[in-house]
Nanobody, 127 residues
Framework: DVQLVESGGGLVQPGGSLRLSCAASGYTYTAISMAWFRQAPGKEREGVACLYIGVDTTYNTYYSDSVKDRFTVSRDNPKNTLYLRLNSLKTEDSAMYYC??????????????????YGQGTQVTVS
């Protein structure tokens, strides 16, 4: 089974930074799209960033408008780990952050859709 374990969340002041990690296991890590989602209390889950497999089998990044130019997604293949660097944090970034994975090829218009596997999440609080 696919397992995703997030870590790195915490309490940070506005303008501060954090780095989230997602340790992945249970599949051929280099052959999947991976993403970060977040959900704040009373709000719908929102996709924020991903490294997805394109139709040309290369990896591409995609960011939601709300985090573009502030967050950076990256991966370390030997460690089977996905990262999300969060800079210039705002109070509205407070949420539970989830790592997700999916084995299907994606296009940019669907880069943050149709993920089959999710981790348990790590809490980010900006205050």
């Amino acid at each position: 089974d696919v397992q995703l374990v997030e870590s790195g969340g915490g309490l940070v002041q506005p303008g501060g930074s954090l780095r989230l990690s997602c340790a992945a296991s249970g599949y051929t890590y280099t052959a999947i799209s991976m993403a970060w989602f977040r959900q704040a209390p009373g709000k719908e889950r929102e996709g924020v960033a991903c490294l997805y497999i394109g139709v040309d089998t290369t990896y591409n990044t995609y960011y939601s408008d709300s985090v573009k130019d502030r967050f950076t997604v990256s991966r370390d293949n030997p460690k089977n780990t996905l990262y999300l660097r969060l800079n210039s944090l705002k109070t509205e970034d407070s949420a539970m952050y989830y790592c997700a994975a999916d084995g299907r090829v994606k296009t940019s218009s669907r880069a943050l859709r149709d993920y089959d596997h999710y981790g348990q999440g790590t809490q980010v609080t900006v205050s």
